[in-house]
């Protein structure tokens, strides 16, 4: 097993919801294994109060999450990325920035919680769907033999995750 630690990157427009979210889950569940980091194309300066509770209630770290541009990571000085995941649909359809060292990308478009309309609780369950939805799809990420896979099998392996649970969030 290598000492190696894997920087990534989850973008989304916003970058206050499910970005946010997936940044969380993966320092937790990556045990220092995994630096995750979350930017947006267009940031909303905040992230979401029910991203920040839901976190809570899971009892990940929710100090230093932040609302950020993209931009911050495609700078001198920024973390030399090895994955960057795109975790909304208008994200992946942008031009990105050009990251230093030619990370590994993968779509796995995740339906926005913070567009739901209605109640609290309805607006609640979103965040929590898409929270399992990240959830699984990070913890099939961990599961990858990354030090044994050529980069075509990578990423048809990361290309599968972001299908994951999709079946479920089309019905």
């Not at 937790?28 to 630096?35: D, P, S, Y």
């Amino acid at each position: 097993m290598s000492d190696k630690v894997y920087h990534v990157l989850f973008l989304c427009t916003g970058n206050s919801a499910r970005s946010i979210m997936a940044e969380a889950i993966l320092n937790h569940l990556g045990q220092g294994r995994f630096r995750a980091y979350s930017a947006g194309s267009h940031p909303a300066g905040q992230v979401n109060p029910y991203a920040l509770e839901l976190l809570e209630r899971q009892r990940l770290p929710v100090q230093g999450l932040r609302s950020k541009s993209w931009d911050e990571f495609a700078q001198p000085g920024a973390p030399q990325l090895d994955f960057v995941f795109t975790v909304c649909d208008n994200a992946a359809g942008e031009v990105c920035p050009l990251w230093p060292g030619q990370p590994v990308s993968a779509h796995w478009g995740i339906p926005d919680p913070a567009a739901v309309e209605g109640s609290a609780e309805e607006k609640r369950r979103a965040f929590a769907e898409a929270f399992l939805l990240l959830n699984r799809r990070i913890s099939l990420f961990l599961s990858l033999p990354l030090d044994k896979l050529d980069a075509l099998s990578l990423q048809r392996e990361l290309a599968r995750i972001g299908h994951t649970g999709a079946e479920k969030a089309a019905a």
